[in-house]
């Protein structure tokens, strides 16, 4: 089991370390030297060293250091270490490649900028890990303001990201960039999760319902629902779990259910839209 523990950390820091240096190719050589902000904590260092000239990578560190700090304290230690190791090697990555634009054309730079760092994030999500960023700050922003849900604070940092690099560059243009380099990264990301939205929904066929139940709530601070099922061809009952989460657990959540019931059945579909506590509110029409 130990060997299997340590082989699972050298593979998750490997796919940490690439996604996070794809994602800092990305922006080094495609969205960094033309302005392109596509949202989230990158996104706004990149319009701040426009106005003020410091570096990206400083300004990653200030924001996220803090963001993280914070989370500890909110979400407590259980997003841990992945987070932090690929929040300090992107600021590194940041540091030591030389800026260079590929292309001065905005609109392949938005398009390939955005590819790249799809890419570089799905792998990280796909790794379990993060950025910090819009991530971290959502999850916060939910914890303490639990009607609105994740997705919304992420998609909401995003649009403000991006309209502030219109405003600095005095070009509707580059906020306009900005939203393609937003929309490509974002699919991409879903592309490399095999899905296309923010939100997974899990259906658990276990053995194991309380054990999976509470690493979930725990590790996640997600709820679970128990439906009680019947398989047709033994006739034996069977415990159904369902349980809904946001793009960056979606690994973390199969690496619970499978650390605990290897024989669980796992269905997991694409959810376009979650009502009720923790995710969107429920108005009335």
Do not use: H
């Not at 950390?9 to 996070?20: D, E, K, P, Q």
């Not at 932090?84 to 540091?95: D, G, I, Q, V």
């Not at 909401?156 to 005095?170: H, L, P, T, Y």
């Not at 658990?204 to 398989?231: C, Q």
């Amino acid at each position: 089991m130990r060997d299997k523990t340590w082989y699972r950390n050298v593979v998750s820091i490997l796919g940490l370390s690439v996604g996070v240096l794809l994602l800092a190719i990305g922006l080094i050589f495609f969205l960094e030297p033309n302005t392109i902000a596509p949202g989230g904590v990158t996104g706004f260092a990149i319009v701040f060293k426009k106005i003020t000239n410091v570096p990206v990578y400083l300004t990653n560190l200030a924001i996220n250091i803090p963001l993280f700090i914070v989370g500890v304290i909110i979400l407590g230690k259980n997003f841990g270490w992945k987070t932090l190791y690929a929040t300090a090697l992107l600021s590194f990555f940041l540091k030591i490649i030389p800026p260079q634009a590929v292309t001065p054309d905005l609109l392949l730079a938005s398009i390939f900028g955005g590819l790249v760092s799809g890419i570089g994030l799905g792998i990280v999500f796909k790794s379990g890990g993060t950025t910090g960023g819009t991530d971290l700050a959502g999850s916060i922003l939910n914890k303490m303001f639990p009607s609105l849900s994740i997705s919304t604070f992420m998609m909401g940092i995003d649009i403000i990201v991006v309209a502030f690099a219109g405003i600095v560059d005095r070009k509707v243009e580059t906020s306009l960039y900005s939203i393609i380099a937003l929309f490509v990264t974002i699919k991409v990301i879903d592309l490399i999760l095999e899905g296309i939205g923010y939100l997974k929904g899990f259906l658990i066929i276990t053995n194991k319902p309380e054990e999976i139940s509470e690493r979930i709530m725990k590790d996640l601070d997600r709820g679970v629902t128990l439906f009680k099922g019947k398989g047709m061809y033994t006739k034996e009952d069977k415990d159904v779990l369902l349980c809904v989460v946001n793009r960056s657990q979606f690994t973390k959540t199969k690496e619970i259910v499978n650390s605990v019931d290897k024989d669980a059945f796992i269905m997991v579909t694409e959810m376009s839209e979650v009502l009720g506590e923790g995710f969107e509110e429920i108005e009335n029409q």
